[in-house]
């Protein structure tokens, strides 16, 4: 977050590239570090637990940081690896934590995804003002020397607590489980179903002990749990399709908006507000609608719905894709009046107007974000728990990426028109207006398959 957050006008003002060339190396970096997340989840699933994982993957991150001066691309790829094995295990590997057998810490785990993206952006927020500042103020290099400080002082903090913690081993490559249901799947097609759902499933049957004797070859036969783990995890991908819009809007707030910013007036009394500092809207309002969300909407949700956890993971994903096709049209509004003002008067217009397109999808980040990573998690196999918290990110880079591929087909219909390197000649609030009808027609969609989801606990118990 130290290096994302300004970077888009380090690559305008001291690399001098293009608006389009510096929003897509942005989006490209931000979406290979997520993408790098299903990596991470994998092997921690596989091989090295989320734990170790964790540590590796920190180990990477910090180290990445002594190199940024002198190779910027090694530098941002290599901190996308080790930031990206983070991300896919953290958050699982503290919901770890808790015994979902005890009714106490069963109740507390319905917060814990709340407050743990709370803290995320109580660091995100750090960044934006301080780190932000420093890096302008006072120079780069100290500011990306506090990030690689910050991420040595984080690893020594969990190592001290690495005797209380809880584990879970992992249970081997998930990605191989997959691949051989589906590759038995495929073989066996032409083979007839048996007479009687009894022959397959054996519901009847008394249980047996498995033994390690006569195993039989996984590779001829899947057992009836890993075809419904299989079948588990292809139940995700509608919605995680769905999830992939938001971050392309998203995205818009870490590169054309801080471009904005830098075409405003940006006084605040005396103090000039630097550009990547905007982004503390952002997370003011995720922190804000993050407590609210806990504190207020859950405790509502849960007297309508007499549902324990208020609002379920879908519907927190519906309320931030609303939020995120409203802060579209408050971008492209803002926009067409900056403009407007620039050309006819010559004069700036306030850069604090920008506060509500950084509210409304900060807002939506506060539900989607929560709603995603609690439906990933909760409606993976347990076995595949980090896998699918990467299965998750990988909404975010393919975001990114969704937003650099529409930057490079806008440039190619519009011959550039849109996104020009001076915004006053450029067509922004159109891209704007552009992502929030693609917001609504997502939106919709969303509405259908979320209707036809079937969470994990109704399938294990059947219709009511």
């Not at 380090?10 to 979406?31: D, K, P, Q």
């Not at 170790?52 to 910027?72: E, G, P, V, Y």
């Not at 103020?137 to 990306?144: E, T």
């Not at 550009?275 to 405790?299: A, D, K, W, Y």
Request: glycine letters at 8%.
């Amino acid at each position: 977050m130290g290096v994302s957050m300004n970077l888009v006008t380090y690559l305008r003002g001291r690399l001098h590239l293009s608006s389009s060339e510096s929003a897509n190396i942005v989006t490209n970096f931000m979406g290979s570090l997520n993408l790098l997340a299903l990596f991470g989840g994998f092997l921690a699933d596989a091989k090295l637990g989320r734990y170790m994982a964790i540590i590796f993957f920190a180990s990477i991150c910090a180290a990445a940081n002594r190199t940024q001066r002198a190779m910027l691309y090694i530098a941002l790829y290599t901190i996308a690896l080790g930031a990206g094995g983070i991300k896919s295990n953290v958050s699982g590997f503290g919901s770890d934590q808790f015994d979902k057998s005890n009714p106490k810490e069963e109740k507390a785990m319905v917060y814990f995804f709340n407050r743990f993206y709370f803290c995320v952006s109580l660091g995100s927020l750090f960044t934006v003002t301080v780190l932000v500042y420093i890096q302008d103020h006072v120079g780069r290099k100290w500011g990306y020397g506090i990030s690689a400080g910050t991420m040595i002082i984080a690893i020594v903090l969990l190592l001290s607590a690495t005797m209380v913690y809880r584990y879970k081993k992992p249970h081997g490559s998930p990605l191989t489980v997959i691949w051989r249901v589906v590759f038995l799947a495929w073989k066996n097609r032409r083979l007839s179903y048996p007479d009687h759902p009894s022959f397959l499933n054996g519901y009847n049957s008394s249980k047996v002990p498995h033994t390690e004797k006569f195993r039989s070859n996984p590779w001829i036969v899947s057992t009836v749990t890993q075809v419904e783990e299989v079948k588990m995890v292809i139940k995700l991908i509608p919605i995680w399709s769905t999830c992939i819009l938001f971050w392309t809007v998203y995205s818009q707030m870490n590169t054309f908006t801080i471009e904005q910013a830098t075409t405003m007036n940006r006084k605040l009394g005396g103090f000039d507000v630097p550009p990547g500092s905007f982004s503390v809207f952002l997370f003011v309002s995720i922190l804000l609608f993050t407590s609210i969300n806990e504190r207020v909407v859950v405790r509502v949700a849960r007297r309508i719905t007499r549902n324990p956890k208020g609002l379920n993971s879908l519907q927190r994903i519906g309320i931030g894709l609303v939020f995120s096709v409203a802060g579209m049209v408050a971008a492209a509004v803002c926009e067409k009046r900056r403009k407007e003002m620039q050309l006819n008067g010559g004069t700036k217009m306030s850069a604090f107007w920008l506060v509500p397109q950084f509210f409304l999808v900060g807002a939506g980040e506060a539900f989607a974000y929560v709603g995603q990573l609690e439906f990933f998690i909760t409606e993976a196999p347990e076995r595949m728990k980090s896998m699918s918290t990467g299965l998750f990110l990988t909404t975010l880079a393919m975001g990114y990426y969704v937003s650099s591929l529409l930057v490079s087909l806008i440039d190619v219909v519009t011959h550039e028109s849109w996104l020009k390197n001076d915004l006053d000649q450029s067509k922004l609030n159109n891209f704007y207006w552009l992502l929030a009808v693609m917001g609504v027609l997502n939106f919709l969609i969303f509405l259908i398959l979320s209707s036809r989801h079937q969470y994990k606990l109704q399938h294990l118990n059947g219709p009511a």
